[in-house]
């Protein structure tokens, strides 16, 4: 059996006037902030996204989906998330795992996080105990911990027998 893994990593500024959305879930934030981008800005599925394509050295998602292609506005991350496990599939691999943490202040992810793992698991054709998503905060530390963005770091373990 052939094994790749890869990771992956996104960061988005927190900006009035946009959705929260993360792992393909509207979330309240306390101050009415989103993220910032171009599509939807879900830095939980880039992340993953961006894993699933380093493990096979495709490249990272601004190459099939680049932030300046007028397709890609407001897009659902979750559809583009199927589009690269087709990509993966294409090419003879299978997804073993996806693991992930969000770094946030706030709002509290807990309560979400099942949800998350359950959206994101049924868009990849995968149960959702092969979904790791977990949440930390920083401290109070650097970007995500003075609240001016959100991070979200991933790994993604694929096999071909």
């Given amino acids: 059996m052939q094994l790749r893994i890869g990771n992956g990593y996104d960061i ?3 900006v009035p006037g946009r959705p929260l959305i993360l792992g393909g879930q509207q979330l309240d934030h306390p101050e009415g902030l989103g993220l910032d981008g171009h599509s939807d800005a879900d830095v939980l599925v ?3 996204m961006d894993a699933l394509l380093g493990a096979l050295s495709l490249g990272d ?3 099939y ?3 300046d292609d007028p397709r890609w506005k407001g897009a659902d991350s979750l559809v583009l998330l199927e589009q690269v496990v087709a990509l993966v599939a294409e ?3 299978s997804i073993t795992n996806v693991d992930s943490v969000v770094v946030a202040e706030r709002p509290k992810l807990k309560p979400h996080i099942a949800a998350m793992r359950a959206a994101i698991a049924q868009r990849m ?3 959702p105990d092969q979904v790791g998503v977990k949440a930390t905060t920083n401290e109070q530390l650097g970007a995500e911990g003075r609240e001016e963005g959100i991070s979200c770091h991933a790994v993604a373990l694929l096999h071909r027998p």
């Fill in 125 to 127: 054709g995968l149960d």
């Fill in 12 to 14: 988005h500024r927190l």
């Fill in 65 to 67: 989906f680049p932030p």
């Fill in 91 to 93: 090419r003879g691999w």
């Fill in 46 to 48: 880039h992340a993953i």
């Fill in 61 to 63: 998602i601004g190459k």
